[in-house]
């Protein structure tokens, strides 16, 4: 593979149970608080507590955010990208004279989570149609172009717990290759009843807040919310003196084709991940300033992640943030994404919530504390269920 034309960001936005928008979101990472608590939008029988990083109802009273004919997952998506438009200077003007794409990771945004439905059809009763029709317009990234009148490709990835870094990934690839002047990637993924009981059943939940990379880790709790960045073609930004945040210098993929939802103890597939996404930014393990970490919290991904850090990166500083998020599922990807792009431009990064005691088993530990980072490219990864690894290089923009 050949190295490829890094591809500017200039624009982010997140929302997520950190807080609405990215700064707010750094705050907390900075602050260390966390709350995760029971779900509130579901109800279980399991006759224990298992806390979710849910996003505050509070967030409904924000414009445009309680419209109930579309998804949570389409909601949270939109929120983050006014946040990351306003942030590129892009208004619809220029859109409407710019090739648009979208590309949007998720999981639960298109799964059929329709319970009440199901319950009702069971009983023999005449189900409310509002469910069904909610989903067939919320397709995340078609329900997001549609808004914003983008024309260019629009693509929604259901990968699992990688799709909103394969969403940017992918969209820098349209840049790339020409296909559009602008592109609106990045996860959106809501909580849900499935998903929630899922991963209960999988025994890889916490009843309390998670400890990712800790010692005394027992899973994870899950999260939602939103990841965008806008990416733009040079001549594009020219056009309308855009700054640039970060490139997007590297993605790379592979599959550990070792078991549904485990992954490969040594982290097979996610170094040809970090092999490929390196190779394509034209840069070695040294170049690396620092690792975001998928971290997780459980015992079979904290200690596949730690395999590799030991043998490809031992000594570079990891950073863990789903101590303050969840695991967003789908939107995972493209959160921690614009965390690390944030991390650079600020030259460190934050303590990872939730982390205290290291675990010797395990040979590296993240950041108890903040630390300063000098160097100018960071690695982003995302493990998933059926194997797959997804891997970011991202180096610090030049406009900060």
């Keep these: 593979m050949r190295k490829e034309v890094p591809v500017s960001v200039?624009?982010?936005?997140?929302?997520?149970?950190?807080?609405?928008?990215?700064?707010?979101?750094?705050e907390t990472l900075a602050s260390g608080k966390r709350g995760p608590a029971d779900p509130t939008r579901f109800t279980n029988d399991h006759g224990?507590?298992?806390?979710?990083?849910?996003?505050?109802?509070?967030?409904?009273?924000?414009?445009?955010?309680?419209?109930?004919?579309?998804?949570?997952?389409?909601?949270?998506a939109l929120h983050a990208t006014w946040q990351a438009l306003w942030q590129a200077r892009l208004n619809a003007t220029h859109l409407g004279k710019a090739r648009v794409g979208v590309c949007l990771g998720t999981s639960v945004g298109a799964s059929l989570n329709f319970l009440d439905f199901y319950r009702e059809h069971r009983a023999?009763?005449?189900?409310?149609?509002?469910?069904?029709?909610?989903?067939?317009?919320?397709?995340?990234?078609?329900?997001?172009?549609?808004?914003?009148?983008?024309?260019?490709?629009?693509?929604?990835?259901?990968?699992a717990c990688s799709s909103g870094a394969?969403?940017?990934?992918?969209?820098?690839?349209?840049?790339?290759?020409?296909?559009?002047?602008?592109?609106?990637?990045?996860?959106?993924?809501?909580?849900?009843?499935?998903?929630?009981?899922?991963?209960?059943?999988?025994?890889?939940?916490?009843?309390?807040?998670?400890k990712p990379f800790d010692a005394n880790r027992k899973g994870l709790n899950l999260g939602e919310g939103a990841g965008i960045v806008i990416l733009e073609s040079p001549a594009f930004m020219s056009k309308h003196k855009a700054c640039e945040h970060a490139t997007i210098c590297g993605y790379g993929t592979a599959a550990d084709a070792h078991h549904l939802t485990a992954p490969?103890?040594?982290?097979?597939?996610?170094?040809?991940?970090i092999a490929e996404a390196l190779q394509q930014a034209g840069l070695g393990t040294r170049d690396i300033a620092f690792i975001n970490?998928?971290?997780?919290?459980?015992?079979?991904?904290d200690r596949a992640e730690a395999a590799v850090f030991k043998e490809l990166f031992l000594g570079k500083p990891i950073v863990a943030t789903k101590g303050v998020t969840g695991h967003t599922l789908g939107a995972a990807g493209a959160i921690e994404a614009v965390f690390t792009i944030a991390h650079l431009a600020a030259g460190k990064i934050p303590a990872s919530p939730g982390f205290e005691r290291p675990d010797p088993e395990l040979g590296v530990a993240p950041t108890s504390r903040p630390k300063t980072i000098r160097g100018k490219v960071a690695m982003s990864q995302s493990l998933a269920f059926g194997g797959n690894n997804s891997v970011l290089i991202i180096r610090k923009g030049r406009d900060v």
């Excluded at 609106?184 to 998670?210: H, K, P, W």
């Excluded at 970490?293 to 991904?301: F, K």
């Design 166 to 210: 394969d969403a940017i990934g992918m969209g820098a690839a349209w840049i790339r290759q020409g296909l559009c002047d602008v592109v609106i990637a990045g996860g959106a993924d809501e909580l849900s009843e499935v998903t929630y009981n899922g991963f209960i059943r999988l025994m890889i939940a916490d009843q309390n807040a998670c």
């Design 124 to 159: 023999h009763t005449t189900p409310d149609l509002t469910p069904i029709h909610r989903y067939l317009t919320s397709n995340p990234a078609l329900a997001l172009a549609q808004k914003l009148g983008a024309t260019g490709p629009v693509q929604t990835i259901v990968n």
């Design 264 to 273: 490969h103890p040594e982290g097979l597939g996610l170094k040809k991940a």
């Design 293 to 301: 970490a998928h971290g997780t919290g459980t015992l079979n991904n």
């Design 48 to 76: 224990r507590s298992y806390p979710v990083f849910e996003i505050p109802q509070k967030f409904f009273m924000c414009e445009g955010m309680s419209d109930e004919s579309k998804s949570l997952t389409f909601r949270f």
């Design 10 to 26: 200039t624009g982010m936005g997140c929302v997520c149970a950190a807080g609405f928008c990215l700064e707010v979101c750094l």
